[in-house]
């Protein structure tokens, strides 16, 4: 049985689609199939049912889903371990993050890493907790950054926790309110809010600061998905915007935009590297690791 037609298998599990599942390893949707048939042939056993609209694990490809990805990641390892034997500067390096992580942290701890790790190839692959707990499985990356998930994951993963991170609300840095020590939220209320598309932590915090003055929440004024232009935005207009702080860090320290003390401040939460419980981190992830750490505390609110 070879690994390529188990990938194929994993992939289309992950994706329940063949034309998805073909684009991501490159190859024809027959060629797809074809691995999956000779694999149910081999196997004796039919892993998924599929027709022109749909296609679904059977009990016995959600059984073996597990292993397969098992074989996966430990066939991956062993090709690193090959080309790290006797240097661990040699190798490569996949790792996933979250959109958050990607836009803050990430770019420069890849500076870092690599000034050691200079001839390292490094895999950066994005996704939410979810995804990136599939590729992990799956031996596609090596390690994950994320938001710690408000439910239990699974149970193959190790979460090591790595900082914390809260939302703050900023505006520009000549902003009527920027400056003052306290902010209450009538005060906020009356200034247009700039919402980020698909993001219930910030929309969360708004009611909670709502409801602690017992009043409707604001209707957003503007609501983006775009980072860039949030913050080109908010630092042009009278603006304010909830974000995380280690994403629109840089650009406080920078100057431009101005972090409000609003009364009361976000609950924090957890930064999270993820891996594999069942194996212990080669020598240039636990460096990684090292990095971000650093970076993190860099970040620290």
């Not at 939302?167 to 309110?177: D, E, M, Q, S």
Request: with cysteine; glycine share 4%; net charge neutral.
């Amino acid at each position: 049985m070879r690994l390529r037609v188990l990938r194929h298998f994993a992939v289309v599990a992950e994706t329940l689609n063949f034309h998805r599942a073909a684009e991501k390893v490159n190859l024809s949707q027959q060629a797809i199939s074809k691995s999956i048939i000779q694999l149910e042939s081999q196997l004796g056993l039919r892993l998924m049912d599929r027709d022109r609209q749909s296609v679904v694990l059977t009990e016995q490809g959600k059984y073996l889903l597990p292993y397969v990805q098992e074989v996966l990641a430990a066939a991956r390892r062993l090709d690193d371990a090959v080309a790290s034997a006797g240097d661990v500067r040699t190798g490569s390096l996949s790792i996933g993050a979250t959109p958050t992580f990607l836009e803050s942290v990430i770019p420069d701890a890849l500076n870092a890493f690599q000034q050691r790790y200079e001839t390292t190839p490094i895999k950066v692959e994005r996704g939410d907790f979810a995804y990136l707990c599939t590729l992990l499985m799956r031996g596609d990356i090596d390690l994950f950054f994320s938001t710690a998930p408000a439910e239990n994951s699974a149970h193959l993963v190790r979460k090591i926790t790595m900082g914390q991170d809260r939302n703050v609300i900023v505006v520009r840095a000549g902003h009527p309110l920027a400056g003052k020590d306290s902010v209450a939220f009538e005060e906020l209320a009356r200034y247009p809010q700039i919402a980020t598309l698909n993001y219930p932590r910030g929309a969360a915090y708004v009611e909670r600061l709502a409801a602690s003055k017992d009043m409707r929440v604001p209707h957003p004024a503007l609501t983006v998905e775009s980072t860039h232009l949030s913050l080109e935005r908010v630092s042009s207009s009278e603006s304010w915007w909830v974000a995380p702080h280690i994403l629109v860090r840089s650009r406080l320290n920078g100057g431009g935009i101005a972090m409000l003390q609003v009364d009361p401040p976000d609950n924090a939460w957890d930064l999270v590297m993820v891996t594999r419980r069942d194996y212990s981190p080669a020598r240039k992830m636990m460096d990684f690791q090292a990095v971000m750490r650093s970076c993190l505390t860099n970040s620290s609110y």
